[in-house]
Structure formats: structure tokens, C-alpha cells
């Protein structure tokens, strides 16, 4: 069965006063939910490191796992738990090459059960003109990430250390 995506909401910003992007109020009517961000911030070093939160949850109840790509070279892996969010590394901050932005999408699975924890997958790259790209390595990823909360999720937020680049652009879709 093919998946259709319907466009809940979004956000393009046009200016660079913003920290952080809630979505909230998200209707329990569709069986996934999709994320697509295009994003830069304004934090003045290579990198930042956005922080995605469900139902404004700031507890360590975050667990996930990521495999990244270095250059295309390297794999690396790692494990976090008790994290109090989901973290995004690396996207293009203030230093990197002008008008760079990283792209992600989340996927957050059966976000309106209330009978299992919550799944969410991201994958997404650092574009390969970035500083921090070169600097670092760092290429691209994928997460999966289990929040232990069974409540339907009904808001995420995603913000960054210093805010968020204008020219931004936030795209929830709701998925059946």
C-alpha cells in the first residue's frame, strides 16, 4: 500500500531571531508523521547541534543509536541513553561555506499509539562544502531513537544554541 503525506504545517524563516521551532497541537488522525528540515544556525563556529524534543519533554528518557558516514569512508556508530533529547549533530553553523544548509527528515512511527513507546528514525548529511564537513569528517547519518513514553505525540520542538539561519524551512507532513 502506498503512503500518502499530507503537509500538516511548516516553516520558512526569513529572518534570524528565531531559537527555536515548535509544532504543536499535531492531529492524532494519521498513522506516521514525517519532518523534513533544511536548516542552518547562526551559532558562530562550524557547527551546531539542534536539540529535537517530543511533547516538550526535557527528561533523560531519550535513548537512540546512530551509524554515521565519514566522507564516505568511515563508518562510525555510537549509543547514547538517558539523553534529555534527540540530538542532530553538525549542521551548518556561521563559519561554514555561505548559504549551506543541512537537510534531515524524521520519521516518527505510529506517534498516536498508546499502547507503545515511541520510534523515532532520522537520517540526514551535512552538506560537502561545509567546514565542519571538511573539518571533521562528518558526512552524514542515521539515528533511530526509542522514547519509553506511550502518550500520543501531540508537539516537537527542535531549537539550536543560537538561532536558527533565515532561510530555514521546517515541513511536518502527516502520513496514512
Known sequence: MANTYYGLSSVELTNSSTTTVTFSSIP????DLA?????????????DTPLVRVNGDSSANYTYSRVAS?????ITAARATSS?????????????????FSSYELYFGQYKNT????????????PSNSLQ???SGFGGGQY????????????????????FASGSAFYLYGIS
Open 70 to 74: 565519514v566522507n564516505g569512508t568511515t
Open 144 to 163: 533511530g531513537l526509542l522514547l519509553p513514553d506511550f502518550s500520543a505525540i501531540s508537539s516537537i520542538s527542535i531549537s539550536v544554541t543560537d538561532f
Open 28 to 31: 492524532s488522525t494519521y498513522t
Open 84 to 100: 534529555s533529547a534527540l540530538f542532530i549533530p553538525f549542521i551548518t553553523a556561521l563559519q561554514s561555506t555561505s548559504d549551506t
Open 35 to 47: 519532518l523534513i528540515l533544511s536548516i542552518r544556525s547562526t551559532y558562530n563556529s562550524t557547527s
Open 115 to 126: 499502547n507503545v513507546p515511541k520510534t523515532i528514525m532520522w537520517w540526514g548529511n551535512q
Open 133 to 135: 564537513q571538511t573539518r
